[in-house]
T-cell receptor
Framework: EDKVVQSPLSLVVHEGDTVTLNCSYE??????LLWYKQEKKAPTFLFML????IEKKSGRLSSILDKKELFSILNITATQTGDSAIYLC????????????FGQGTILTVHP | NAGVTQTPKFRILKIGQSMTLQCTQD?????MYWYRQDPGMGLKLIYY???????DKGEVPNGYNVSRSTTEDFPLRLELAAPSQTSVYFC??????????FGSGTRLTVV
């Protein structure tokens, strides 16, 4: 059975701090790993990673994948209150058809 | 461009009642999915479809049914609602693999 585990489950920081969110996975025939941000409603796409060691970056957010050790990290630098959200990691693999296995999420709270 | 539209946004059901959650996409995507999200949990796949007339079970299909008569529509049917089905339901679609567009969700409470 495919499994995705995120840590920590929750994190409270102050504005300006840097955070690192972790995602480890066990999946048959790995295809890609995705990060989503979820605020009040539906998840919104952040990154899709398919190759080891290649950093994806968007503003203050960056992510990297290690396919040998089966994990990914999501870094957020200079956090802002608007970064408060649930961050979801999801992995696609196996017979796919786009099916994703999601981790339980990390709840990030950024205080002013 | 509407994307993925889910209705209703909120619903309260009594135990044993039935209902259909509607999902429509206007992007001509082949793949469509239904997920549920419980508090403190990630999303769990209920059913998915790779095209009109083709559906298959996901991780947690019990108590649900789906149909896909057109490319655009992928309704989720709850028969004999149970409190364990209290959750937030998300529909998603993608043209190939993984580029999900999510609907805004349906918050369902079964009492």
């Amino acid at each position: 059975e495919d499994k995705v585990v995120q840590s920590p489950l929750s994190l409270v920081v102050h504005e300006g701090d840097t955070v690192t969110l972790n995602c480890s996975y066990e999946v048959t025939n790995f295809r890609s790993l995705l990060w989503y941000k979820q605020e009040k409603k539906a998840p919104t796409f952040l990154f899709m990673l398919t190759s080891s060691g290649i950093e994806k970056k968007s503003g203050r957010l960056s992510s990297i994948l290690d396919k040998k050790e089966l994990f990914s990290i999501l870094n957020i630098t200079a956090t802002q209150t608007g970064d408060s959200a649930i961050y979801l990691c999801a992995v696609g693999g196996g017979t796919s058809y786009g099916k994703l296995t999601f981790g339980q999420g990390t709840i990030l709270t950024v205080h002013p | 461009n509407a994307g993925v539209t889910q209705t209703p946004k909120f619903r309260i059901l009594k135990i044993g009642q039935s209902m259909t959650l509607q999902c429509t996409q206007d992007m001509n995507h082949n793949y469509m999915y239904w997920y549920r999200q419980d508090p403190g949990m990630g999303l769990k796949l209920i059913y998915y479809s790779v095209g009109a007339g083709i559906t298959d079970k996901g991780e947690v299909p019990n108590g649900y049914n789906v149909s896909r008569s057109t490319t655009e529509d992928f309704p989720l049917r709850l028969e004999l609602a149970a409190p364990s089905q209290t959750s937030v339901y998300f529909c998603a679609s993608t043209p190939t693999d993984y580029g999900y567009t999510f609907g805004s969700g349906t918050r369902l409470t079964v009492v």
